[in-house]
């Protein structure tokens, strides 16, 4: 069975940091582009971080750049979301995707929202 499973979401205060984990299982993430998408309530589903299936590529958002860290460990068929100075805004629930190669760009796997197979989110909050 397919799936992968996000964790590592909490209650953080302004300025603090978190990581996500997204396990996967039922697939092997290295031949996969990865994303995290993060969708707050009452917006859209947006495009936080993408990058290629050898993570030599690598897109972020310009609203978390300099501030998150997207990697993955193909040994533990896991991909995570380094979240540094975490602000309000960044209060979100935050979804992780792959993508089996298809010619599209990180860019454009972010920007599109496209996933193959996604995780059901883990809650992020940043709050005082």
């Known amino acids: 069975q397919v799936q992968l499973v996000e964790s590592g979401g909490g209650l953080v205060q302004p300025g603090g940091s978190l990581r996500l984990s997204c396990a996967a299982s039922g697939f092997t993430l290295d031949n996969y582009a990865i994303g995290w998408f993060r969708q707050a309530p009452g917006k859209e589903r947006e495009g936080v971080s993408c990058?290629?299936?050898?993570?030599?590529?690598?897109y972020y958002a310009a609203f978390v750049k300099g501030r998150f860290t997207i990697s993955r460990d193909n040994a533990k068929n896991t991909v995570y979301l380094q979240m540094n100075s975490l602000k309000p805004e960044d209060t979100a629930v935050y979804y992780c995707?792959?993508?089996?190669?298809?010619?599209?760009?990180?860019?454009?796997?972010?920007?599109?929202?496209?996933?193959?197979?996604w995780g059901q989110g883990t809650q992020v909050t940043v709050s005082s």
């Open positions: 990058s290629s299936s050898s993570n030599s590529i690598t």
């Open positions: 995707a792959a993508l089996p190669p298809r010619g599209i760009s990180v860019q454009a796997m972010c920007a599109t929202r496209t996933g193959r197979f």
